[in-house]
């Protein structure tokens, strides 16, 4: 009975680790994004993979070409994303609620601004 008991604990504390180590955000999808920087706008999407650590992998298409991306879950719903085009690295931080998101966007060293985005 004392092993039944002490078995029953360690799974519930298994339980509630694994509910707390995995971030509440997915952000797994195509989204249509709109961006205002300096420089001007445009709506580039993101095609986008997470991975249950948090690991973000996917695709940007927009006025700056293609491109494949990489980045990564913050906390539970903050996240950063970035990507190299013609050797400007373009970085995205934000938030995500449910199928949208919103943030800062740095382009290199051309522009900066922020983003809002919904997922299709």
């Known amino acids: 009975m004392k092993?039944?008991?002490l078995s029953m604990i360690a799974i519930a504390l298994l339980i509630v680790t694994l509910?707390?180590?995995?971030?509440k955000t997915d952000l797994?999808?195509?989204w249509n994004l709109t961006v205002e920087t300096d420089m001007g706008?445009?709506?580039?999407s993101f095609m986008l993979k997470q991975a249950p650590d948090g690991s973000i992998t996917g695709t940007y298409t927009g006025q700056l070409g293609e491109s494949a991306l990489k980045g990564s879950i913050k906390d539970?719903?903050?996240?950063?994303?970035?990507?190299?085009?013609?050797?400007?690295?373009?970085e995205y931080?934000?938030?995500a609620?449910?199928?949208k998101m919103s943030?800062?966007?740095k382009l290199g060293t051309m522009a900066s601004g922020t983003f809002s985005g919904v997922k299709k």
Not at 41 to 44: E, T
Not at 76 to 90: A, K, L, P, S, Y
């Open 3 to 5: 092993n039944l008991h």
């Open 19 to 23: 509910a707390f180590s995995f971030p």
């Open 28 to 30: 797994t999808g195509n």
């Open 41 to 44: 706008s445009g709506n580039p």
């Open 76 to 90: 539970d719903d903050t996240f950063h994303i970035e990507f190299d085009i013609q050797g400007n690295m373009i």
């Open 93 to 95: 931080d934000g938030k």
């Open 97 to 99: 609620e449910g199928n």
């Open 103 to 105: 943030g800062k966007v």
